[in-house]
């Protein structure tokens, strides 16, 4: 678990390769505005979060580990919790907020783009 990075992560990289190629310019992991997202669209006032599937409780694809299990059951509860809060917050700033699981991305990273895309132009 040492070696897993809270940013930059493969499946963040390729989502944000294919907006830039779509011409739009963000900022990323920026500690400036509130839950820290992964992409900030200042300028439409859109938030893009890309959630992995384990860190923030797919209900499809979360295996919670058997070793130490209340530990993670409690840690992931809290990550969906502040999920929430976040979600709160920025419909309350009138802002757009987007989140994308990690299986969606991978499933078809063009899909995903797409779907986002069309989201915030409307």
């Not at 938030?47 to 209340?70: A, E, L, M, N």
């Amino acid at each position: 678990m040492s070696r897993i990075k809270s940013r930059d992560s493969k499946i963040e990289t390729l989502f944000r390769k294919e907006l830039w190629k779509l011409g739009f310019r963000y900022r990323k992991n920026s500690g400036k505005y509130f839950g820290k997202p992964d992409i900030v669209l200042k300028q439409r006032k859109v938030v893009i979060f890309i959630d992995s599937c384990f860190w923030h409780g797919c209900k499809k694809h979360c295996r919670i580990p058997t070793v130490r299990k209340s530990y993670w059951l409690k840690k992931i509860a809290r990550n969906v919790a502040r999920d929430k809060e976040v979600k709160k917050h920025y419909k309350k700033q009138e802002w757009k907020i987007f989140r994308i699981w990690e299986h969606k991305i991978k499933l078809s990273k063009d899909r995903a783009v797409a779907g986002i895309v069309e989201r915030i132009a409307s």
